[in-house]
């Protein structure tokens, strides 16, 4: 027997609520689900009339409803908003690629301009490259310090007021969670705040803060959007997969749990001496950074040396393991220097010590050094130094790293993990 619609409307219901439970017909389910996050960019006061807007759009499910409510509400409401999509091409193949299709055609049914950004063209890898390089262990640290980063590149260049993610309340739960089971309380005071950012820097807001993932799948389901399910190819197996799969559960017993972890969160007293370090301004790339060198600057000076662990863990680390790189070279560079040296004196016939310089092999040039023997043994022994100090080219893959780091706001992308920034950025 039909149900009828719980607001009274008179039609029957065509769905329950995951978020209340109500029975609702499509229709009211569009309108109650819209209205929602209406009251969170009002109340939360996202956004201000005649800004320009950037929508963080991977294509997945999250950016792709964003993009449409945001869209649906500024013409309901005339916020009065310039929106845009700014999409970040990690360099996937198999995965990116075929999103960012779904990124165009948002753009064409939503009529806003899409700007694109690649990790090839702003750092000169792409992520199949950095993987080839560093294996399937880090790879989610990678990319998503370098996607953070290519974000406020997009915005700086788009020149807007405020980047609007995707991050739904089932991410900001279980972030919230995770922080929790981490011990990390200073990232535990900010992860429930809807809008981000230090000063100087251009500000993220999250107007799906409130909204849960089942009720985004519904809505994009029922208004037939079209969006990018596939999960990364490179896809790791997280400690936040954990805290997600323990989320679903509590979920199954008690609906609201998602909504009292974020209030939990957002009103948990926690002491003032905890702070997160001060941003500021990297030295080398001049985009915002805790430290004097930022992650993405002092990763790719890893990627670029061969030294894929610089930057994994700590920055006392990476500055460790930096000078010693920098202090091998420089021995290695007089080694070869003086090799050099030597082999001039040695063509030239030059006296070194008091010594008239001759080759003494027996089996080469009996003393007239025309061979390259010489040169031989002298490579060898560049070789084997370049061999000691891991400076020379090799095709072997790099060992795995270790050190795994999962960082609080999980990956852009629309495979539904949250690597890097959460789903749909
Ligand atoms: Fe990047 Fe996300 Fe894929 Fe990790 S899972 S490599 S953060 S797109």
Not at 93 to 107: A, F, I
Not at 167 to 179: K, P, S
């Amino acid at each position: 027997m039909p149900v009828p619609c719980g607001t009274g409307c008179g039609k029957n219901a065509a769905l329950k609520r995951p978020k209340t439970g109500d029975a609702l017909c499509k229709e009211c389910f569009f309108w109650a689900f819209e209205t929602e996050i209406h009251f969170t960019i009002t109340k939360g006061e996202l956004f201000k009339r005649g800004d320009s807007v950037a929508v963080a759009a991977s294509g997945g499910k999250d950016s792709t409803v964003l993009a449409h409510t945001l869209k649906t509400l500024n013409e309901r409401y005339d916020y009065g908003l310039n929106l845009m999509l700014l999409s970040i091409d990690e360099g996937i193949t198999g995965y990116r690629d075929d999103s960012l299709e779904t990124v165009k055609q948002n753009r064409d049914d939503y009529e806003m301009p899409l700007k694109i950004l690649s990790y090839k063209d702003l750092y000169g890898w792409t992520m199949d490259e950095i993987v080839a390089q560093i294996g399937r262990k880090n790879n989610c640290t990678f990319c998503g310090v370098f996607r953070r980063q290519a974000l406020d590149r997009g915005a700086a260049l788009l020149g807007v007021k405020c980047i609007a993610t995707g991050h739904n309340a089932d991410d900001i739960a279980e972030t919230v969670l995770m922080n929790v089971l981490r011990g990390d309380i200073a990232r535990l005071k900010r992860c429930t705040a809807i809008t981000t950012g230090s000063e100087g820097t251009i500000p993220r807001v999250k107007p799906l803060k409130y909204t849960y993932e089942k009720e985004i799948v519904m809505y994009a389901h029922y208004k037939k959007l079209v969006y990018f399910s596939t999960e990364c190819v490179f896809a790791p197996n997280a400690y936040r997969g954990h805290a997600r799969a323990l989320l679903k559960d509590l979920e199954k017993i008690r609906p609201t749990c998602i909504m009292d972890i974020i209030y939990s969160g957002e009103t948990m007293s926690i002491k003032e001496e905890v702070t997160l370090p001060s941003q500021r301004i990297c030295t080398r790339c001049k985009f915002v950074s805790s430290q004097e060198v930022c992650k993405a600057c002092v990763l790719l000076e890893g990627l670029n040396k061969g030294l894929p662990k610089l930057g994994i863990g700590k920055s006392s680390k990476a500055k460790k393991m930096l000078e010693e790189y920098n202090a091998r070279q420089n021995t290695l560079e007089q080694v070869i220097d003086d090799l050099n040296d030597t082999n001039i004196k040695k063509k030239s016939g030059k006296k070194r010590n008091g010594l008239t310089d001759k080759c003494n092999s027996k089996t080469c040039c009996s003393g007239n050094c025309n061979s390259t023997q010489n040169n031989m043994e002298d490579n060898s022994k560049i070789n084997s130094l370049l061999d000691e100090y891991s400076l020379k080219e090799t095709d072997k893959p790099v060992q795995q790293l270790n050190d795994v780091s999962d960082d609080e706001e999980g990956c852009s992308s629309s495979c539904g993990r949250l690597g890097g920034l959460g789903v749909g950025f």
